[in-house]
């Protein structure tokens, strides 16, 4: 390898000789394509589009983040990937480890206080939809008004910020109205009654 090697030690309690440059350039925050189908995500939306500048600072302090956030002691494989302007998707590859509740605390409270410094509502957990090719963002308990308006119908596409796996984000993230747990709003009246 022609590299100057030193003496480590690897997680497997062995002392190994590792060629020093590949032992700075290995970071835990991938580019989000690289990770597995299978990893866990989370979805975090704005009601405000993100500006360029915005999104170069969060995507700043997420690198360093990401590349600190650990679940007992163990370093995780993630990624995060901006979409549509509004939404950050976070994830985690869990072959390596898996997200314990106090590194997911961790998580949601990075990315409060991220949304609160850069004056966005990031864990607000309202409803995405398209209407007029736009994204639009609405309050739980206004979607039964926005359907007796007809602004939502039973082909409106949703954003489905409840999937779990980066492998439901190309089949399962938008999905129509009437694909989700809002379809009990287009039935016939006499039926929610």
């Known amino acids: 390898m022609g590299g100057k090697f030193f003496l480590g030690s690897c997680r497997c309690s062995y ?32 009601e405000q589009s993100f500006s360029a500048s915005e999104q170069e600072v969060m995507a700043h302090r997420l690198e360093k983040f990401l590349n600190t956030w650990a679940s007992h002691g163990s370093e995780m494989l993630t990624g995060y990937t901006f ?8 994830g985690i590859d869990e072959s390596m480890a898996g997200a314990s509740g106090c590194s997911v605390d961790k998580l949601m409270q990075f990315m409060q206080a991220m949304g609160n410094q850069l004056q966005l509502n990031l864990i607000d957990r309202s409803i995405a939809y398209v209407e007029d090719e736009q994204i639009k963002i609405c309050q739980f308990s206004q979607i039964k008004h926005l359907v007796a308006q007809g602004v939502i119908h039973q082909d409106t596409p949703i954003f489905n910020t409840f999937i779990t796996r980066k492998s439901e984000l190309s089949n399962n993230w938008i999905v129509k109205a009437s694909e989700t747990w809002t379809s009990r709003y287009f039935k016939p009246e006499a039926e929610l009654a």
């Not at 979409?83 to 976070?90: E, G, N, R, T």
């Open 15 to 46: 002392i190994c000789l590792v060629p020093k440059p590949l032992f700075f350039i290995f970071l835990m925050n991938l580019p989000f394509e690289s990770l597995s189908p299978q990893s866990k995500i989370w979805i975090y939306q704005s």
């Open 83 to 90: 979409k549509h302007q509004k939404f950050i998707i976070v």
